[in-house]
């Protein structure tokens, strides 16, 4: 941890001052919902209800400096997958329903927008930081919702269904506004091992000559 600390601040005192100003933290944040039966213990009032917690969290990534698209990392999360960097963004009783997830990525992207650059006073200067979220942390019910997607079968980027996806030749528009999400399972998956077929085939017949 010590060499990584201080390797992180060798790399910060090595920065000119134009790499100061262009410093992004890239953010993963997301929602999920959950649910729980309701045990013995009543409310006081009997309209309030725990049995549904709707929350949405952020994960810091990686800090780099992004000096017209020439980038640097200075710090990356070794364990993006850990929950100790992990930090609440809104916590609700509500249930999990296309609305409210629809209406969450609304207000959680919308204050993203308005986002205010971070400045931080170092001894070699103040540092500048732009602050990049991306909506990655999320599962199929979510991005289902965000994308309109009413079958869980249907791939969310390009509308096919996992039926569709036997026939090759079957292509379908990728829509790019979906690519925010990550990359569906589905559609990167088998997308792959076709690319893979492809090469294979024609390196076959590379080497068959013909
Ligand atoms: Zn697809």
Same mark, same amino acid.
């Given at each position: 941890? +010590?060499?990584?600390?201080?390797?992180?601040?060798?790399?910060?005192?090595?920065?000119?001052? +134009?790499?100061?100003? @262009?410093?992004?933290?890239? @953010?993963?944040?997301?929602?999920?919902?959950?649910?729980?039966?309701? &045990?013995?213990?009543? &409310? +006081?009032?009997?309209?309030?209800?725990?049995?549904?917690?709707?929350?949405?969290? %952020?994960?810091?990534?990686? %800090?780099?400096?992004?000096?017209?698209?020439?980038?640097?990392?200075?710090?990356?999360?070794?364990?993006?997958?850990? *929950?100790?960097?992990?930090?609440?963004?809104?916590?609700? &009783?509500?249930?999990?329903?296309?609305?409210?997830?629809?209406?969450?990525?609304?207000?959680?992207?919308?204050?993203?927008?308005?986002? @205010?650059?971070?400045?931080?006073?170092?001894?070699?200067?103040?540092?500048?930081?732009?602050?990049?979220?991306? *909506?990655?942390?999320?599962?199929?019910?979510?991005?289902?919702?965000?994308?309109? @997607?009413?079958?869980?079968?249907?791939?969310?980027?390009?509308?096919?269904?996992?039926?569709?996806?036997?026939?090759?030749?079957?292509?379908?528009?990728?829509?790019?506004?979906?690519?925010? &999400?990550?990359?569906?399972?589905?559609?990167?998956?088998?997308?792959?091992?076709?690319?893979?077929?492809?090469?294979?085939?024609?390196?076959?017949?590379?080497?068959?000559?013909?």
């Amino acid at each position: 941890m +010590e060499d990584e600390g201080s390797s992180r601040i060798r790399s910060l005192e090595t920065c000119t001052e +134009e790499e100061k100003k @262009t410093m992004e933290l890239l @953010t993963k944040w997301g929602s999920d919902g959950s649910q729980q039966s309701q &045990f013995k213990q009543n &409310f +006081e009032n009997n309209t309030d209800s725990d049995s549904n917690i709707f929350q949405s969290s %952020l994960v810091p990534l990686r %800090l780099q400096i992004n000096n017209n698209g020439q980038k640097k990392t200075i710090w990356q999360y070794p364990v993006p997958s850990s *929950p100790r960097y992990c930090r609440p963004i809104r916590i609700r &009783f509500i249930h999990e329903t296309k609305d409210v997830t629809n209406n969450e990525i609304e207000y959680v992207e919308s204050q993203a927008r308005n986002l @205010t650059k971070t400045e931080i006073l170092t001894a070699t200067g103040i540092l500048y930081i732009t602050h990049i979220l991306l *909506p990655t942390m999320v599962d199929a019910k979510i991005y289902n919702a965000a994308t309109n @997607t009413t079958s869980t079968m249907r791939c969310y980027i390009c509308g096919l269904t996992s039926k569709e996806f036997n026939c090759l030749s079957r292509r379908k528009e990728v829509n790019p506004e979906t690519l925010r &999400f990550g990359l569906s399972i589905l559609h990167a998956r088998i997308r792959l091992f076709e690319s893979l077929l492809h090469i294979s085939r024609t390196s076959y017949l590379l080497k068959n000559g013909s």
